[in-house]
């Protein structure tokens, strides 16, 4: 709380972020009490025109009878940021007209514009009804983002405790002075929870040196631009981008900074970055079943994931994916760093290995083997935000070497080089109730830069590929939760059954692409139920629809959980809305797709895939996962050759996870 002329403010926490990295901010409300507040409103009507209402004043709610010509205001401490005091003539007041004069009442009165009150001669307010003058300021203020305000009559002119009615000292001043209290940011503080920050260290850690450092608001220093104006815009938009860092989430609380021994202290703010951030490393292993059957169906993943690198939030990835260490195998990896502060604009830069057959890319009745390596940037910036809504551009390019080698035909080695950028979109919201994600980039061949030629390229495994083009590629995902629709309180409602959605594709615009590029159909992540990478083409479509149910979400709240090789585990949630710490999901499914080709050659078709089934997915303590789909096929496949999928054929598919 904040003290101001010897009175303390009650404190007012607000949380301005639903889920993620929640805000909370400490607005101050004045100390007086109020039967009604004010609200800003966009018309008013003039004060001599509202109806005069029945009743009397209460002297208990509405106290001491003011007569005004207006307002007047005073800074306490100028700031060059705050707005000019003539801009509160227009702010919108509602306030109810009695014959002896204004007063207020919660849910009633008539729209007055502050500026027209005394403007053509001398007006009745009631303390109630200045008191929501009050109110209707600092709810201007907080839509302009400025938080942190008090607003309290002179005490030279009016004594107004907190409780009680007012006295007037005005001598014979028929305007009513009003002080306006701003809060300015005096100290920046980080304040560090989870497992990467030692509990010695939790307060200003060097780890979070840049997050104070580059704050949008902080101390003036007496010299260049002032960010010291307490503002929650600046604020929300820096917590959100933080929390976007995997791993890490982000909420800021402002507390009293002033010197009780100080008056010039008083409204002084301290901003305060809860940071709360996992172990910044992870190592991983996974199997599935996602192979074909001429390379293994068996799929391993070793992989390492390092969320702080070098301590600026770099990002650092690797993977290796076999088929028991000999059929198949690939390296994958990347580099992520930020290029300013606040993360919102990032370079990364991937590379990679790996060794295929025709069956991975799709080609069931081809023979060949292949081989390619890439490296390429991408560089991607904040061009829209919302909350914690964002929406991002990227552009990049990657460089490929590709090598194949076609079974039983003479002079059938190909190798080239291709050269491919792309420019697109990507926006995302990640929410408790629901979470959206999606990208769409147009994708273009340079291959004048490498020299590829037709020739050459048709070695790579497909008959008459063109040798420049043009391909749009998009995806998207959306999730949500039916449990919070209609609920009287949706934060505390426990989130039991969820729908999902996704929608992908790509389009070449009637070009024939390289089987590296062309669209793959079939398993785990496209259709289930048929086999992996079962159909390919230059077009593809693809999406599904999944209903699942939480199971431990539903079970009655237990607020003390039992331990588990000594750390309390939650088995059931531990108040209402919260999440165990382990999940069993029951799901059913259907899933759809279209595969064509551009140009098509007399042996190539288009196929279509549906299906449908059901699924189970365990996770315990976000350390192991283990998921199974069973598919039954609805759409045969491949119709009149030795590879068709037909009309009922079941798949089960198997993903064990295990982190560290």
């Known amino acids: 709380m904040l003290m101001v002329d010897g009175k303390w403010l009650v404190g007012m926490v607000r949380r301005l972020r639903p889920v993620g990295a929640v805000c909370l901010v400490l607005a101050v409300l004045p100390s007086v009490s109020m039967a009604a507040g004010g609200r800003t409103h966009t018309t008013g009507i003039e004060p001599a025109d509202v109806p005069i209402s029945e009743g009397q004043p209460d002297a208990k709610i509405d106290g001491?009878?003011?007569?005004?010509?207006?307002?007047?205001?005073?800074y306490t401490r100028p700031h060059p940021d705050l707005p000019p005091v003539e801009t509160f003539d227009d702010i919108i007041v509602q306030l109810v007209r009695l014959s002896s004069g204004y007063v207020a009442r919660k849910n009633e009165g008539t729209p007055v514009r502050l500026g027209d009150l005394g403007a053509d001669g001398p007006v009745t307010l009631?303390?109630?009804a200045i008191t929501a003058c009050e109110f209707a300021i600092v709810d201007w203020f907080e839509s302009q983002s400025i938080i942190g305000v008090f607003i309290t009559p002179n005490p030279d002119a009016i004594d107004a405790p907190a409780q009680g009615p007012w006295e007037d000292f005005r001598d014979g001043t028929t305007t009513f002075p009003l002080d306006i209290y701003t809060a300015k940011v005096a100290r920046v503080r980080t304040i560090a929870s989870g497992e990467r920050v030692k509990t010695e260290q939790r307060l200003d850690s060097p780890v979070h040196a840049r997050i104070r450092l580059h704050s949008p608001l902080r101390p003036y220093a007496?010299?260049?631009?002032?960010?010291?104006?307490?503002?929650?815009e600046p604020l929300n938009i820096y917590a959100y981008r933080l929390s976007r860092h995997p791993g890490r989430r982000v909420d800021v609380a402002v507390a009293d900074a002033s010197d009780p021994d100080n008056p010039d202290?008083?409204?002084?703010?301290?901003?305060q970055y809860l940071v709360q951030e996992l172990k910044p490393w992870t190592a991983y292993f996974q199997l599935t079943n996602t192979g074909t059957r001429e390379t293994g169906e068996w799929r391993e993943r070793f992989g390492f994931v390092h969320n702080q690198l070098l301590g600026f939030d770099d990002i650092f990835t690797i993977d290796y994916i076999t088929s028991e260490f000999r059929d198949s195998n690939?390296?994958?990896?990347?580099?992520?760093?930020?290029?300013?502060?606040?993360?919102?604009?990032r370079l990364k830069v991937n590379a990679g290995w790996n060794e295929y057959n025709a069956t991975d890319v799709g080609l069931q009745d081809e023979q060949f083997d292949g081989e390619s390596s890439f490296i390429g940037p991408e560089i991607r910036g904040t061009v829209f935000q919302r909350d914690d809504f964002f929406v991002d551009a990227y552009a990049g390019f990657q460089y490929q070497n590709i090598e194949v080698t076609n079974v039983g035909v003479a002079n059938g080695r190909g190798n080239e080089q291709i050269f491919v950028s792309t420019i697109g979109l990507r926006a995302e919201r990640q929410r408790a109730a629901y979470s959206f994600n999606a990208d769409v980039g147009v994708g273009f061949s340079i291959n004048g830069l490498t020299g590829a030629s037709r020739a050459e390229l048709e070695r790579l495994g497909r008959l008459n590929p063109d040798k420049e083009w043009v391909m749009l590629k998009w995806g998207s995902e959306f999730s949500f939760y039916l449990d919070p629709l209609g609920a009287a309180d949706p934060s505390t409602t426990a989130l039991v059954h969820e729908i999902a959605l996704r929608f992908s594709g790509q389009y070449s615009f009637n070009n024939r692409m390289i089987p590296n590029f062309e669209s793959?159909?079939?398993g785990l992540y496209s259709a289930r139920g048929y086999p992996e990478s079962v159909v390919a083409g230059d077009n593809g479509i693809f999406g599904g629809i999944e209903y699942r149910v939480h199971i431990p979400r539903a079970f009655p709240v237990n607020a003390n959980p039992p331990e588990v090789f000594g750390r309390p585990f939650r088995f059931q949630p531990d108040e209402p809305g919260g999440r165990p710490d382990w999940d069993l999901v029951l799901k059913a499914f259907v899933d759809a797709g279209r595969v064509t080709n551009a140009r098509a050659l007399g042996f190539e078709n288009n196929e279509s895939l549906l299906s449908t089934g059901l699924g189970a997915e365990i996770v315990i303590a976000n350390n192991v996962s283990f998921r199974t789909d069973w598919g039954v096929v609805l759409d045969e496949t491949g119709a009149d050759t030795p590879d068709a999928v037909t009309v009922g054929s079941q798949r089960w598919h198997f993903v064990l996870t295990v982190l560290y």
């Open 126 to 128: 009631y303390q109630s």
């Open 330 to 345: 690939a390296v994958i990896g990347s580099y992520d760093v930020p290029l300013v502060a606040d993360n919102s604009l």
């Open 222 to 232: 007496g010299e260049g631009a002032r960010r010291d104006l307490l503002r929650l």
């Open 64 to 74: 001491t009878a003011f007569s005004i010509t207006g307002f007047t205001y005073t």
């Open 265 to 271: 202290t008083l409204g002084d703010a301290e901003v």
């Open 520 to 522: 793959v159909g079939g």
